[in-house]
């Protein structure tokens, strides 16, 4: 099994969160709205430096301030082999320009949504845990 280190980003405003649904048959939870993120490159990049790169190549956002939050884990499919992920969490609490926001990487499309609509869309089970743990959803 190989285990994979990721940032996620959880990034709020007025109420709705930011999400990204991934390109269908790309990366793990393909065609699902996740938390923008990605992959650590630990021999080149502090877990700082991936948050901010992550949220500028996933959401063209330049990351101003930010709180490093927790950390959980899933085991998944990824290329028809398991992987196990490992997510460390940040909360995004500023960005240089919010007119910035468009979808990039490997995301189709990123959009606003309210806590209440995050029980109507796909999203992966390690993202409906974190949502209750964070009080989003019931």
């Known amino acids: 099994m190989k285990l994979r280190i990721n940032v996620v980003c959880i990034i709020e405003r007025k109420g709705k969160i930011l999400l990204g649904r991934k390109t269908p048959g790309v990366g793990p939870y393909p065609g699902k709205w996740l938390i923008p993120g990605g992959g650590i490159n630990l021999s080149k990049e502090s877990t700082d430096e991936a ?36 997510f460390l969490y940040y909360k995004i609490t500023d960005v240089r320009d919010w007119s910035a926001c468009r979808p990039g990487d490997d995301l189709a499309e990123i959009k606003w949504f309210s806590f209440a609509e995050l029980t109507r869309i796909p999203i992966p089970e ?13």
């Open 51 to 86: 948050m901010k790169r992550e949220t500028l190549e996933e959401t063209g956002l330049r990351v101003t301030a930010f709180t490093r939050m927790f950390f959980n884990e899933d085991v998944t499919e990824r290329h028809g082999e398991t992987v196990r992920l490992v």
């Open 126 to 138: 390690v993202s409906r845990r974190l949502y209750h743990q964070l009080g989003y959803i019931a």
